[in-house]
């Protein structure tokens, strides 16, 4: 397409099922959507690392800051205890498993 409005959405997506932090490694390369809650944050220049916990385990999501700014109420994600939903890639980078989110909407600050 030339530009945005020649992309018309015929039919509403779906998120990829619900998994446990501590099954990811069975999901490698698979997008996934995991909830749970903020443990600890970091910043890097180019990003921030959010280590999101569930009763299972714990995993590095790692949100580019192109992504970041435009993430509602992005401000609590620097908050521990905050749940949210994460969908994003399952990948290892340097021995670590993470989860790549790639669009603002991939991750959702919950109630």
Do not use: C
Not at 30 to 43: K, L, P, W
Not at 55 to 68: A, D, K, Q, R, Y
Not at 77 to 84: E, H, M, S, W, Y
Request: no cysteine; net charge negative; aromatic share 6%.
């Amino acid at each position: 397409p030339d530009f945005g409005g020649d992309v018309r959405v015929a039919a509403a997506g779906t998120l990829p099922p619900i998994q446990a932090i501590g099954s990811l490694g069975d999901h490698m390369g698979q997008r996934v959507t995991v909830i749970g809650q903020i443990n600890r944050v970091e910043g890097t220049s180019s990003g921030a690392k959010l280590f999101v916990t569930d009763e299972s385990g714990e995993i590095l999501v790692f949100i580019w800051n192109n992504t970041l700014d435009r993430i509602p109420n992005n401000t609590l994600l620097g908050v521990p205890g905050t749940r949210v939903q994460v969908v994003g890639y399952v990948q290892e980078f340097r021995s670590n498993r993470e989860i790549i989110p790639s669009l603002p909407y991939d991750v959702m600050v919950l109630p």
